[in-house]
């Protein structure tokens, strides 16, 4: 299996209500990321887990909160979102080699959020 | 530091005709080079890569591309452009002196393929 898929496809949520999105990879691969990506534009990394554990946070607003319950799992919690949040969100994983000659990153199709 | 300099916002070009995307890089280390493709509202699909192997590349969809430690580039290429290479394109550098997989993309490249 190398496809990372990712749930909801679309999402509509007011600036006062709490969602969750939701990616999944069964590659075993151990570094999972999200981006935020705006029309036109190439995606911002927001966060990246290594092991289960966070490793980079990109300076992200406190209202987006990242988890991951496990190697195969990560989840963004959102709430009180601003409607400037709304974009593509990317889920996408990859191989951590320590000493690695690159880091080839397998991306997910993305939930597209509307913030009202 | 790295970065990525994509020299065309856009491409236009007919059915059949070749295709040249053009992509200048910085890096501190030497470089991991990617190309990857973007369809409307779809992710990201890796196109190829360059890891210190061979200079000249191959694709998935008879994409190439070059790397020129000389010039600093990694132009992609196809020999003739079908209707569905329409699409953005992004080159990307990785830092392989990170473990952390953080990528380092360029402004990206829509083509457009006229029929």
């Known amino acids: 299996d190398t496809e990372v898929t990712q749930t909801p496809k679309h999402l509509v949520m007011g600036m006062t209500n709490k969602k969750s999105l939701k990616c999944e990879q069964h590659?075993?691969?151990?570094?999972m990321y999200w981006y935020k990506q705006k029309a036109k534009k190439p995606p911002e990394l927001m966060f990246v887990?290594?092991?289960?554990?966070?490793?980079i946070n990109e300076s992200v607003p406190s209202r987006f909160s990242p988890e991951c319950p496990n190697s195969s799992l990560l989840n963004l919690h959102l709430h009180a979102l601003q409607p400037e949040d709304s974009a593509l969100y990317l889920c996408a994983s990859s191989q951590e080699r320590r000493g690695s000659s690159y880091n080839e990153q397998f991306f997910g199709p993305g939930t597209r959020l509307t913030v009202l | 530091a790295q970065s990525v300099t994509q020299l065309d916002s856009h491409v236009s070009v007919s059915e059949g005709t070749p295709v040249l995307l053009r992509c200048n890089y910085s890096s501190s280390y030497s470089p991991s080079l990617f190309w990857y493709v973007q369809h409307p509202n779809k992710g990201l699909q890796l196109l190829l890569k360059?890891?210190?192997?061979?200079?000249l590349v191959k694709g998935i969809n008879g994409f190439e591309a070059e790397f020129k430690k000389s010039e600093t580039s990694f132009h992609l290429t196809k020999p003739s452009a079908h209707m569905s290479d329409a699409a953005e394109y992004f080159c990307v550098v990785a830092d392989r002196g990170s473990t952390l997989g953080r990528l380092y993309f360029g402004r990206g490249t829509q083509l457009t393929v006229w029929p």
């Open positions: 360059y890891t210190s192997a061979a200079t």
């Open positions: 590659m075993g691969h151990r570094a």
């Open positions: 887990y290594s092991y289960e554990k966070l490793s």
